[in-house]
Nanobody, 121 residues
Framework: VQLQASGGGLVQAGGSLRLSCAAS????????MGWYRQAPGKQRDLVAD???????NVADSVKGRFTISRDNAKNTVYLQMNSLKPEDTAVYYC????????????????WGQGTLVTVSS
């Protein structure tokens, strides 16, 4: 199973970006999918996550500006980021709790490779 994140880049404050993360491989289902971010010298924090049923949880720091969504048919999660601020600058990682079968059924968290978002002032 692999998660491939894309959509990061350089944007001016007040601008928007849309991140995508697609899961591929031998997947039966994906429970929670989410986005985390890590700024230089800081820990990795949850930005937002979403259940397979569409219930969302969004960090207070981005509430009202960021929206998480997913397409279950495509095993893809999105993060629409509006009104970006310099403090949103970080490497953004996607994660998914994937249920699959190898020699037995397992549910395991997989991480994407990270995509850099830089917001200039």
């Amino acid at each position: 199973v692999q998660l491939q994140a894309s959509g990061g880049g350089l944007v001016q404050a007040g601008g928007s970006l849309r991140l995508s993360c697609a899961a591929s491989g031998t997947i039966f289902s994906i429970n929670n999918m989410g986005w985390y971010r890590q700024a230089p010298g800081k820990q990795r924090d949850l930005v937002a996550d979403i259940t397979s049923g569409g219930s969302t949880n969004v960090a207070d720091s981005v509430k009202g500006r960021f929206t998480i969504s997913r397409d279950n048919a495509k095993n893809t999660v999105y993060l629409q980021m509006n009104s970006l601020k310099p403090e949103d600058t970080a490497v953004y990682y996607c994660a998914g709790d994937v249920r699959s079968y190898s020699t037995s059924w397992i549910t395991r968290r997989y991480w994407g490779q990270g995509t850099l978002v830089t917001v200039s002032s």
